[in-house]
């Protein structure tokens, strides 16, 4: 049996996907999606009880990337210690990392540490037949609606290939 991908997210991702009213949808990709326990108390909306029932799963550090959180913190500064848990805990499982934090996303980068975005989610869900083309669309437009802030090239080039 081949085991799903593994992707570690922060907070943002399942706030986005919320706003675009598809939260419950990600959890049919072929992954196993992770947060780090130091995160549990930022899901307020959505809720964490209602991301744990639909599969998010957590997972904790082992004591020396707990060590590695303390360092990093007091060189990145402008990331908060949720989110370096995410990165360490990607790193640790060999996983993906999943932020819409642009600092984040470029020190994971640098760090070696596979990154992506909720339009990469988007994308995947069209791939993997979660969502029609078409519903992909209103889902990226309900999340821009919401506040989302994602690259405007990026969205616009998806709006041309998935709207009719």
């Excluded at 992707?7 to 959890?27: C, H, R, S």
């Excluded at 209602?50 to 904790?60: A, S």
């Excluded at 990145?76 to 499982?93: V, Y």
């Excluded at 995947?124 to 690259?151: C, D, K, S, W």
Aim: aromatic share 8%; glycine share 6%.
């Amino acid at each position: 049996m081949i085991l799903p991908s593994v992707l570690v997210t922060d907070t943002n991702i399942w706030i986005d996907l919320e706003n675009g009213k598809i939260l419950a949808n990600v959890f049919r990709l072929p992954y196993q999606f992770f947060t780090t326990d130091f995160a549990v108390g930022e899901f307020v909306h959505p809720g964490w009880a209602h991301l744990h029932d639909l599969g998010l799963q957590t997972h904790g550090l082992e004591p020396e990337y707990v060590l590695e959180l303390v360092r990093l913190r007091q060189i990145h500064r402008q990331l908060s210690a949720i989110d370096l848990a995410a990165l360490l805990l990607a790193r640790a499982l060999d996983a993906s990392l999943v932020t819409g934090d642009r600092r984040l996303n470029e020190l994971a980068k640098a760090q070696g540490v596979p990154v992506h975005g909720v339009l990469w989610i988007l994308d995947e869900m069209v791939i993997h037949h979660v969502l029609t083309e078409n519903q992909a669309a209103i889902a990226l437009r309900e999340m821009l609606n919401q506040g989302a802030r994602l690259p405007d090239g990026e969205c616009q080039k998806r709006f041309d290939r998935w709207s009719f």
